[in-house]
Every structure is written in structure tokens, then in C-alpha cells.
């Protein structure tokens, strides 16, 4: 039978610790005493293995928010804040930048959620959850988010190689009210139908002016009136004898002979221009019945497009037709009619859709493609815009004081896309009504 060894071990351990208790107070002792503590860090920050961080902390940015940054903005936490860029003396406008380590597709999610989930009104978001601008509304404030990838070009090895841009724009219209739909008309349709187009019911508080733009309208002269085609030239001297054909923006009269006599009648004409010749025209062969005249807006009055702002020299007549009805703005429910591009090219169908209201002086009846192709018989009437169709349609009903007939001529294509020339637009102007009840150019100023 072999020996017991646990004496030898009982005797082992009695020297280790013998050791240690003598040198309880040496530095070997420290060092191993050190070595078995716990470490700092953990215990300052106890963590429990196995449970993720539910916090995002935002990411240190030398760069500051300013002091009157909105605090209803959502701002995502894993973005660092590159820059901050005020806009000019005349908007109360702020650009802020942002970069984030996270996909773009994360960013537009979180995003959409903050803005379906707490009340904001949403004009303009991306397809899809990828990349793409968010433009939001609430009360005063005006946001625009746009979220993009970028390509990090002195990224650290170990680093990603990509990003996210997250770009911040809002403006803050503090001192003025925010634009609310009119909820007391009673007439079908209702402005708030996104469909609608035509004319609001006369209940719509509007601020009238005691002399609109077209009442002081002198004259003009043209000089180059034998570039108008024929059969719209004596439309165009009678538009200019009642001087609603202005080339320039009303501004300041001390600029007087900076005023053009060339009419250019071949030149493409804006929107901005086409607005402002539609209500001087209308006010004018309606000087003497206020009833179907446009009121133009006052500088008091909340902007309804965002790039029309009442400094614009513009902004009487174009806010004019928006609170009127006669042009799609998210007054008439059109929530994605927040840009008037007041300098792009009007369109064929553009016109109609704004001057076809003003001839029927009602809602315009219910249209579809099959109703328009059967009346006007146009081959590509599939490409004609959705809300336009009603405005072709009555326009058809108009008999020989179409505008289509009268502009256009006889013709099996619309091109709905194609921009419209000066002379056309006054060619357009020259009649307003439906066929045996109008006015002509030609008629009111007879009435002068």
C-alpha cells in the first residue's frame, strides 16, 4: 500500500502562505495584491455581460448648434455636426450639415417615423427607405432633410469607407401665421380635394385691395409686333392698348427707362410672367364689376409657395391666384404644390389649368382620358397630366372660344409638355368667358 501525499501538500501550502504572511508589507505582496484587483473601469462603469446599450449618445462635434435651433427639429444621435450655415439678412433660414457612420437607409427610417409619429405635415418624402429628401411642415416651421451616402476619402484603414451625409434646412416664419386649408366652404367640390381646380366659393376671406395692379395700366408700345404671326396680332395690339402685357417685374419707377418696348413675341414665356399678365388681363376687361376681378394679395398675407415671398415684386398677383383658387397651392389642398417656380417655362396644359377657371367661373367638370380623347380626339392625350384633364375638357365645352381652337388651331396633338410663347399666351388672354358670355380685349376697351 502506497504512502499518503497529503501531508506533503498541507506542507506546501503552509510555506506559501508563511511567505506571503511575511512579506505581507514587501513589495512582491503589492504586486501581487495589484495584479488580483479589480479592474477600475469596470468598477466605475459596471456592465453586465450579455445586455446592449439602449442609449444612443450624439457624437462630440466642435462645431455648435445656434441658440434659436428649433428643439422640435429631430436630430439623429449617431451624426456628428460638420457645419452650420445661416442663409442671407432676408430669410430666416438655417443649414445645418451632418455626417454619420450609419446607412442612409437607417437615417430615412428614423426620420420617417419622427415625422408620421408627432403631428408633422409631410409635402415631400423618398420612395422608399434608402436616401432622398424629406420636406415637412409644422405650425411656423419649414424643414427640409435630405440624406445621402458619401464616400469618405481619408478614412483610417480600419475605418468605413463610406457615410452618410444628413443635410438640415429649416426656415422659421415666426413672425407670421401658418397656413391653414379653409374648412367652411360648403360647395362640391371642396378646395381641400386635391383634385380640385377652379375658382373657391366667395365666403373665402380675402384681403381686397382699393386699386389693383391693372387699374393704373398704361398703353404700351410695342416695336416689334410684325413678329407676331397673323392671325394672333390684332389679339395682341388690343392686349397691349389696355397695358396688361408688362415685360418686367412692377418695380420702382425711378428705374423708368430701363422699360423695354420689344415684346419678343417668339420667347418662351415664365410662369412668373404668364400669372402676371392673367390677373392684368382679367382686372382689365373687368374693370367696372369688382365681382370677377382677382383681389391681390397683400405683404401681410401668409406666403402660400415658399419661393414667392411677399418681398417679390410678383407676389400681389401670383398669392392673388393662389388664394383665389385658380392655381394649385396647398391652399387648394395641393400639398405638393409647395414651389411655384416662378422662372420655369409654362406649359401647354399649365395655361389651361389657370385661365379655364376664369371662362367657366365654376368647379370644372369630372374628366378622364377616355372622355378627353373622345371630345378633342388628341393622340397623346395619355400624356396629358392627371389634373389637367378636367381643364382640356371644359375648355372643349367652349365651342369656338376654346383656347385650344383659338391658340392652337385645329390640331390632333396637344403636346401637353411643350412650353408656351408670348404671343400664344396673349393670344389665350384676349377672351375671357365661355362661348355668347364673355369679354374680349377687343370689347373692353370700348368700354374705356
Given at each position: 500500500m502506497l504512502p499518503s501525499k497529503r501531508p506533503v501538500i498541507f506542507l506546501s501550502l503552509a510555506i506559501v502562505l508563511s511567505s506571503l504572511t511575511a512579506c505581507a508589507n514587501g513589495p512582491a505582496a503589492k504586486n501581487l495584491e495589484n495584479s488580483l484587483a479589480a479592474d477600475p473601469l469596470l468598477q466605475s462603469n459596471p456592465t453586465v455581460f450579455g445586455e446592449a446599450k439602449t442609449k444612443e449618445v450624439a457624437i462630440a462635434s466642435t462645431v455648435k448648434l445656434p441658440a434659436d435651433f428649433p428643439k422640435d427639429i429631430p436630430i439623429y444621435a449617431n451624426a456628428k455636426l460638420e457645419e452650420v450655415k445661416p442663409g442671407n439678412s432676408s430669410e430666416n433660414k438655417i443649414l445645418t450639415r451632418w455626417l454619420s457612420s450609419d446607412p442612409s437607409n437607417v437615417i430615412a427610417s428614423y426620420y420617417r417615423t419622427q415625422f408620421q409619429g408627432n403631428n408633422w405635415q409631410i409635402l415631400q418624402q423618398p420612395k422608399d427607405d434608402t436616401d432622398g429628401t424629406f420636406e415637412v411642415q409644422r405650425n411656423n416651421l419649414l424643414l427640409k432633410v435630405t440624406i445621402q451616402p458619401k464616400s469618405v476619402t481619408n478614412a483610417a484603414p480600419n475605418q468605413p469607407q463610406t457615410a452618410t451625409e444628413l443635410i438640415i434646412e429649416?426656415?422659421?416664419?415666426?413672425?407670421?401665421?401658418?397656413?391653414?386649408?379653409?374648412?367652411?366652404?360648403?360647395?362640391?367640390?371642396?378646395?381641400?380635394?386635391?383634385?380640385?381646380?377652379?375658382?373657391?366659393?366667395?365666403?373665402?376671406?380675402?384681403?381686397e385691395q382699393p386699386i389693383n395692379q391693372s387699374d393704373t395700366s398704361e398703353p404700351q408700345e410695342f416695336t416689334d409686333l410684325n413678329k407676331v404671326p397673323p392671325e394672333w396680332?390684332?389679339?395682341?395690339?388690343?392686349?397691349?392698348?389696355?397695358?396688361?402685357?408688362?415685360?418686367?417685374?412692377?418695380?420702382?419707377?425711378?428705374?423708368?427707362?430701363?422699360?423695354?418696348?420689344?415684346?419678343?413675341?417668339?420667347?418662351?414665356i415664365t410662369r412668373r410672367e404668364y400669372a402676371r399678365w392673367l390677373?392684368?388681363?382679367?382686372?382689365?376687361?373687368?374693370?367696372?364689376?369688382?365681382a370677377k376681378k382677382i383681389r391681390l394679395a397683400s405683404e401681410s398675407n401668409q406666403p402660400a409657395f415658399r419661393d414667392i415671398l411677399?418681398?417679390?415684386?410678383?407676389?400681389?398677383?401670383?398669392?392673388?391666384?393662389?388664394?383665389?383658387?385658380?392655381?394649385?397651392?396647398p391652399l387648394s389642398g395641393d400639398a405638393t404644390a409647395v414651389l411655384f417656380r416662378p422662372d420655369a417655362p409654362?406649359?401647354?396644359?399649365?395655361?389651361?389649368?389657370w385661365k379655364v377657371p376664369l371662362d367657366t367661373r365654376q368647379a370644372l367638370p369630372a374628366a378622364n382620358l377616355e372622355a378627353v380623347k373622345q371630345t378633342w380626339g388628341f393622340q397623346d392625350t395619355e400624356k396629358i397630366d392627371p389634373k389637367a384633364l378636367r381643364a382640356v375638357l371644359a375648355d372643349f365645352q367652349n365651342a369656338e372660344q376654346a383656347n385650344i381652337r383659338r391658340v392652337f388651331g385645329y390640331t390632333t396633338?396637344?403636346?401637353?409638355?411643350?412650353?408656351?410663347?408670348?404671343?400664344?399666351?396673349?393670344?389665350?388672354?384676349?377672351?375671357?368667358?365661355t362661348q355668347g358670355e364673355g369679354m374680349s380685349a377687343t370689347e373692353a376697351l370700348k368700354l374705356k
Open positions: 429649416f426656415v422659421n416664419n415666426t413672425a407670421t401665421t401658418p397656413i391653414q386649408p379653409n374648412t367652411n366652404l360648403s360647395a362640391v367640390p371642396q378646395p381641400e380635394n386635391p383634385q380640385f381646380i377652379g375658382p373657391v366659393s366667395p365666403n373665402v376671406n380675402v384681403v396680332r390684332q389679339y395682341i395690339q388690343d392686349l397691349a392698348k389696355l397695358g396688361v402685357l408688362s415685360i418686367d417685374s412692377q418695380t420702382s419707377k425711378s428705374n423708368s427707362t430701363a422699360t423695354t418696348n420689344q415684346l419678343e413675341p417668339n420667347k418662351i390677373v392684368a388681363a382679367n382686372n382689365a376687361m373687368y374693370s367696372n364689376n369688382p411677399p418681398k417679390d415684386p410678383d407676389f400681389p398677383a401670383i398669392q392673388g391666384l393662389a388664394e383665389a383658387g385658380l392655381i394649385p397651392s409654362l406649359t401647354r396644359e399649365q395655361l389651361l389649368v396633338l396637344f403636346q401637353p409638355k411643350k412650353p408656351v410663347t408670348r404671343a400664344e399666351a396673349g393670344a389665350a388672354l384676349w377672351y375671357f368667358g
